[in-house]
């Protein structure tokens, strides 16, 4: 059965690192696109950071020099290094991906992991 399966998400204070990490396993086809989404209380999801097959990157405004996206094809893993973390950053973090199997492309979602910074 496909699944995501999130780890890393805790409480860390401003300035701190957290590294989350998400890994793909089941009949999930081949992906094409890993990324992470976090949804923040009262607002809506919004993307992160993904990767894209090819190695091309996106990262949201808000994180870009701080958070870095990293892909390992081979064992269909996604990590997303966090660093200079501020409170603004807390919400619920979620893994995506995005396969295609016989030419229909299929959407996976993490069950989310929580990040909060504070002191």
């Known amino acids: 059965q496909e699944q995501l399966v999130e780890s890393g998400g805790g409480l860390v204070q401003p300035g701190g690192s957290l590294r989350l990490s998400c890994v793909a396993s089941?009949?999930?086809?081949?992906?094409?696109?890993m990324g992470w989404y976090r949804q923040a209380p009262g607002k809506e999801r919004e993307l992160v950071a993904a990767?894209?097959?090819?190695?091309?990157?996106n990262y949201a405004d808000t994180v870009k020099g701080r958070f870095t996206i990293s892909r390992d094809s081979a064992k269909n893993t996604v990590d997303l290094q966090m660093n200079s973390m501020k409170p603004e950053d807390t919400a619920v973090y979620y893994c995506n991906v995005v396969s295609q199997r016989l030419g229909i492309f299929h959407t996976y979602w993490g069950q989310g992991t929580q990040v909060t910074v504070s002191s």
């Open positions: 990767v894209i097959s090819g190695g091309s990157t």
């Open positions: 089941g009949s999930i086809g081949r992906i094409t696109t």
